[in-house]
Every structure is written in structure tokens, then in C-alpha cells.
Nanobody, 124 residues
Framework: QVQLVESGGGLVQAGGSLRLSCAAS????????MGWFRQAPGKEREFVAG?????????HYTDSVKGRFTISRDNAENTVYLQMNSLKPEDTGIYYC????????????????WGQGAQVTVSA
């Protein structure tokens, strides 16, 4: 199994940028598909972005973040990142890093492993 720890959340004005990091430990990182989910106040948790486990690292995004967010992974550092640009108030929420021992996370799967979450707040 794998343990996940997020960092990099915070408060930013609309139009600004943040980068979230997720450090993984406990198993072979490169054999896990990784993803980011978020939960806004009063709403259900939703898929944000995913990256495949293979060397090509195919990526997947929910429509609302396409062109603004970029997911990437560094297998040498056992870390996955979420670069968030042009942030909007509706991006506010708790962002969770997730992983599973499957080839891809593209929004239809529920990952097995989760981090504790990082708060992202975007002010208008």
C-alpha cells in the first residue's frame, strides 16, 4: 500500500496560481496511477485530474479545469504535482491526492488510497 501527504495549499486571489504536491511512500510509486480530487463546501467530492502509471504518463482532466490545471509526476521523487493557474473562486475546496494500483485514473474509478487533503481558497 502507499501513503500520501499533500502540501502547497493556501489562499490566493482570483487569477493567481498555486502548485500542490503529493509525496508518496510505502510502495513502488511508478506502479500507481495518481489523481487529484476536490470537495467544495456543501458539495460532493469530484475528480479533478489523473495521470497514468506508465512512462508516457497520459493525463486526464475534468472539463472545468482543462487549459488551467496541469498534473505531472516525478517518479524519481515519488511525487505528483498539480499546477493550478488562472484560479477562480469556484476552485475553492479541499484537494485530495489519490492513488491506486491500476493503469489510469480518469474520473470513473474510486481510488483506494487517499491523502489527508489540502485547503485551497480562491478569493474574488
Amino acid at each position: 500500500q502507499v501513503q500520501l501527504v499533500e502540501s502547497g495549499g493556501g489562499l490566493v486571489q482570483a487569477g493567481g496560481s498555486l502548485r500542490l504536491s503529493c509525496a508518496a511512500s510505502g510502495d513502488t510509486f511508478s506502479s500507481y496511477a495518481m489523481g487529484w480530487f476536490r470537495q467544495a463546501p456543501g458539495k460532493e467530492r469530484e475528480f479533478v485530474a489523473g495521470i497514468n502509471w506508465d512512462a508516457k504518463g497520459g493525463t486526464h482532466y475534468t472539463d472545468s479545469v482543462k487549459g488551467r490545471f496541469t498534473i505531472s509526476r516525478d517518479n524519481a521523487e515519488n511525487t505528483v504535482y498539480l499546477q493550478m493557474n488562472s484560479l477562480k473562486p469556484e476552485d475553492t475546496g479541499i484537494y485530495y491526492c489519490a492513488a491506486d494500483h491500476i493503469p489510469r485514473l480518469a474520473g470513473t474509478q474510486t481510488p483506494r488510497y487517499w491523502g489527508q487533503g489540502a485547503q485551497v481558497t480562491v478569493s474574488a
